[in-house]
Structure formats: structure tokens, C-alpha cells
């Protein structure tokens, strides 16, 4: 029965969900974080999903899994905090370049992304047990 | 064919078809932030029609093991959405799809229930009260 390969498609997306959690999580956690140098400073990660295909039992389903990170190659942002131990040479130091406003705007789409894939496993499990019942009553 | 087969069959395909959209549509809510995932369906009419003639022997039959399957004859054709990409190639629309699939899961029960009917119905027939 194909409506099982529901719950399949529907983790792996809940899994793939999670994952950018954790990536934007750790993004917000790194935005304050100075560095003395351009090069040291965090870059904002970003995961890349992408899409597998497995006919093994012969389903059509198509889940989904995380392809990996790609980092935010944008400049940091420059501060002048001479008083920084850390500065550089000319007082500065260097800050991620992790927008904070987009990461949360992520974050919700994220969690309402897990959201309807719980919404979708629900609806096929009440689906699968009504069918349980077929010829009972 | 027994009888009891062929007044079943047609709801049996619909509700096999209407699972196989349930997997298809959840797979599209799932890739929906997949760069490049273009939104897949089936056509409910024309593959129930399919399936049916088939079914009914209209269609290329394997009587032994060492026969090429007849094209696609289990499998169903798939569409894919190619309109409406985004910026990242992503042609499925949350909502759209939301939509499509609470719409399949009631017409799911909606066979669900003419089957249960149709048992009842023979049910009835074979008791003869």
C-alpha cells in the first residue's frame, strides 16, 4: 500500500527540517561573534536540499535530503572597537555576516514547513487506519 | 474474474490510485524548498481509465515469468509542473499542494466508504435476510 511510503517521504522531511534548525541556530548563536580578521570572521551557512528517489518497493515517492551547507561568502561587517583585545592594526574587528531578521524568517518558515509534514503523516495514518476498518461495519 | 472481483474492482483502483497521489502530493510538500524540484501529480481520470481497460484484459497481459512487462502497465505516468518556478527552479506551491492533498485524502475516504457499502451490499446478498 502506497499511503505507508507517506510516512517515509514525510520523515525525511522532517529530518531535512531539522537540519535547518540547527544550521540557522547556529547562525544566530555565531552573528555577534568578532573575529581580528576578514578571513576568521563566521560566515553564515546555508543548507542546500535535494530531492532522492528510491523505487525500491516499487513507490513513486520522492524524498527529500540535506545536500550539504554552503557558506555565506558575502563580506563580514567591520566594527571600530579599538578597545577590542582582538582588533586589528586600525582598531577594527570583524563580524559575521549572518542577517539576523532573514535567519528568523527562515527559522518560522522552517518550523512551518515540520509543521504541514506532521499535518500530511497525520492525515495518511488517519487514512490508513479508516481502511483497517474497510468490510467491519 | 469472480463477480464479487468486478464489483469490487473499480473502487479498489480508485482508492490504489488515490494512495499513490497521497505519496506523490507528500512528496511535493516535502521538496518544497528543493532548488529544481519540479511538482509531480497524476491524472486521476485517464489513469483510472488505463487501469480499468487493462484490468478488463484490453490491455497487453504477461502469461509467463519471461515476458517484458508491457509498458507501464503498473506503474502510472507522472506529470510534472513545470510553470510557476521560483527563483530556485522550485515549482511547487505550499498552499496549492495542501490543498490538493486534504482534497485527495476526503475523496480517499469518500472511496473508502462506497466500498464499505458495496461489501455490505454482497454482505446482504449473501445472507439472504
Not at chain 2, 511547487?92 to 457499502?117: C, G
Request: glycine share 8%; aromatic share 6%.
Amino acid at each position: 500500500m502506497s499511503l505507508e511510503s507517506v510516512f517515509g517521504v514525510g520523515q525525511s522531511a522532517l529530518t531535512a527540517q531539522t537540519y535547518r534548525l540547527n544550521v540557522i541556530a547556529e547562525n544566530l548563536a555565531n552573528a555577534e561573534v568578532a573575529a581580528g580578521s576578514p578571513e576568521e570572521a563566521y560566515k553564515g551557512q546555508y543548507p542546500v536540499f535535494k530531492s532522492v528517489f528510491s523505487e525500491i518497493d516499487g513507490s513513486m515517492a520522492m524524498k527529500v535530503a540535506v545536500d550539504g551547507t554552503v557558506s555565506d561568502e558575502r563580506a563580514p561587517r567591520s566594527s571600530y572597537e579599538p578597545g577590542n583585545p582582538i582588533a586589528d592594526a586600525n582598531g577594527f574587528v570583524y563580524k559575521s555576516n549572518v542577517n539576523s531578521v532573514q535567519e528568523m524568517a527562515s527559522m518560522m518558515e522552517a518550523s512551518r514547513s515540520y509543521q504541514t509534514n506532521i499535518e500530511v503523516m497525520n492525515t495518511a495514518k488517519d487514512l490508513l487506519m479508516r481502511t483497517l476498518t474497510i468490510g467491519q461495519q | 474474474m469472480s463477480w464479487v472481483d468486478s464489483s469490487l474492482n473499480g473502487q479498489v483502483i480508485a482508492l490504489q490510485l488515490k494512495a499513490e497521489r497521497a505519496e506523490l502530493i507528500a512528496g511535493n510538500i516535502a521538496n518544497s524548498d528543493t532548488p529544481n524540484y519540479k511538482s509531480r501529480d497524476i491524472d486521476f481520470r485517464t489513469e483510472f481509465e488505463r487501469r480499468i481497460s487493462s484490468e478488463a484484459g484490453g490491455a497487453l497481459r504477461q502469461t509467463s515469468s519471461l515476458h517484458m512487462a508491457p509498458e507501464g502497465a503498473r506503474s502510472s505516468h507522472v506529470e510534472y509542473k513545470e510553470d510557476g518556478a521560483g527563483e530556485d527552479g522550485n515549482t511547487v506551491e505550499a498552499e496549492r499542494e495542501q490543498t490538493l492533498y486534504t482534497k485527495n485524502a476526503i475523496q480517499y475516504q469518500v472511496s473508502l466508504q462506497f466500498l464499505n457499502s458495496k461489501i455490505r451490499g454482497l454482505k446482504l446478498a449473501l445472507k439472504g435476510e
